[in-house]
Structure formats: structure tokens, C-alpha cells
């Protein structure tokens, strides 16, 4: 009943994360109707991605000739000091604040039971070779959610880690401004106690 | 913080239909992240969604040279019944059937409101124009979907048409193959009692 060209969008769009088979056919249908310049201009945005590299030391995205981010090849940062984040926003995030001076490392998405993937461990491997070759790193920050399962990943990367590093650390709990004291939960308002300052 | 290329398909992606800033961005990262080869394969799917047409007489969509849609071009079709559906998933659905052997008008969404925009308007005058050319259809049936917002566009349609065709009917409605009565709605029973055969 569907052209090849619609079964083909579907296929490819509904293996994409968040999006299912029924999602990808609105897709289908509302970009065909959305006329030839708009398809056009969508098949040319991805297109555009394909200039990307990915940074082999931290594994965030770059679009420089050599391997390396802007991150990962500035001089003024402190290569020593490693923050352990999940996703790319994530990283984006910590660098809006302006507080962080070291580099990154961009694991990818966590799994829920805290196992590592086969392409995680390898970035992980990188952080404990570097370590063997240059000596310990000062500091290493689990840039982590402080979720369940950000909290069994961070488990289980820091034992991966702990003797490639001088110390490890994760971000400070607590209430978060504009938050209000009524509504946080037991475990919140006992590390806001705890890290009172 | 972002490359241009990532920002121009994060502006482009989060306004579809279903998909956030947060939903784009994601994506972005994960396609740079799966490599050159499935980035092209996404562009090509997209771009291959131009070849298709919209019937410029269900607005359907279809690949002939001529104007019009495989239904609508089938001799052993009944033009002078119509279904109204929503969307096209709709009538691939309905065709599944195979119990309908007339012909089609696809809507696209329709506002929760029961108003309707200007190229819905224009749609439905297409077959205003039909009946006043070769005369009242024999039936319209609204196979709307039997919610609020169905309802109500239902009836706008229904009297838009009135004078376009000697009958306009709507889909039965009752407990679904394989529902229990249990947990049917009173609407629904009552309509289930109504209809009873």
C-alpha cells in the first residue's frame, strides 16, 4: 500500500531513539506534504552532519582538521583534571556555567542497570592508559545525574578508574536554587544537610 | 558552543511535529556519533520523499505521472461514495479492510477544536464542486475518529456538505473486537446497545 520511498523513511526514522514506527509515518506523510523545497532542506541539514569528527580524546564533536576538539587542544586547560559526563549536552551545560578549566570525557548514553557498553569501556580504557603513560590524573569528576542509574554507572566507573586517579569525585547534592525546601525529597534534603556550607 | 551545521538541524528537526529541542539535539549527536555511511542513508531516505505526489483528488500521495492516486484512477472504484478520514494512516487502514470500494478524502489533522484551516476548507470544496458538476454523491461517510474533537469536526463537515450528497453516515460505533464490556465506557455501551444485530 506504501511507496518503497515511505517504507524506507519509516524504516530508517523509527530505529532512531524516541522515535516509533507510528511517529515515523506522520513524519512521512507531513514532509511529503510540506512540498520539495522543505524536503530538501531537511535532507541537506543531515547531509551537513556528515562534517563532524568526533574528538578522539574526549569523544565530544569538533570540525577541526587534526583529531582533537577545541577543548581538547586548548593550552589554558588542565588536562589533568577529567570531568565524566553522559551525554554532549551535558558537557555543553557545564561549559555555559565558565567553571570548569579541565577536559572532558563523553561516555554516551548510560544503561539503567549501570552496565558499561563495549564502545564505554573503551573510552574509559583511554582515561587508564593516559594515566600509565603521563601518571595519574589530580582529579576526576563523575559529571553524573544523580540518578539511579547515574549512581550505579558512577559505581562502577570509579572502581574502573581508581587507580588511574589521585581522587575522584561527583557533583555536590543538594536543593537546587529556586527550589524549595517543602518539596525535596528525603535523600536531597539529608545531602543539603550534610554539605551545608 | 554548537557547530553550525548541529544547530541548523536541531532548528529544523525540533519543528516537526512531536519533536523537541531536547528530542533534536539528542538526535543530532547520535547521527554524527553512528558514522558517515548512516548519516548519507538518512539524507537519501529524506530526499527520496520528493518523488511522491499528492492526489489532486483524495490528497493522497502517489508516484503516477497523471495527477491522480491509484484509488482514485481504479475504473472499479465508486466515486460517488467517499470516506472523509483524518489522516492518510487512516485510509491505509480502512483499505486494509478491504471492505470499502469507493473513494476518499484525507482531511490532514484536524484541530481539536473542530475548526477547520483554509486548506481544509479548500479540500472539502473540491467535492462541493464535484456535486454541483455531476451531481449529489450518493454517500459521504465521515470516518472520523469517535472522540471530542472528532465529533466536532464531524459536524462542521456534515453541514458544509449537506447539500453535496443524499447521505452522510459516520462508522459504527460499539465495543472493539476482543474489548469486554467491563471496562467500555458508558458512551460506548450505549451506542454497542443501539446498534445491537
Known sequence: MLPEEVRNFIKIFSSLPGIGIRQATRLAFRLIG???ANIEEMAESIAGLQHLKICSRCFFIHKNHEDLCDIC????RNQNIVAIV???TDLISIEKTGKFKGRYLVMGDLAKTGDMETIQKLRLATL???AKKSG???EIILALNPTTYGDLSAAVIAKEL????KKITRLGRGIPTGGEIEFADDETL???LERRS
Chains 1, 2 share one sequence.
Open 86 to 88: 553522559e551525554k554532549e
Open 190 to 192: 539529608r545531602s543539603a
Open 128 to 130: 587508564k592508559n593516559t
Open 162 to 165: 581508581e587507580s588511574s586517579t
Open 136 to 138: 595519574q590524573f589530580e
Open 73 to 76: 587542544r586548548d593550552p589554558k
Open 34 to 36: 510540506s512540498g520539495k
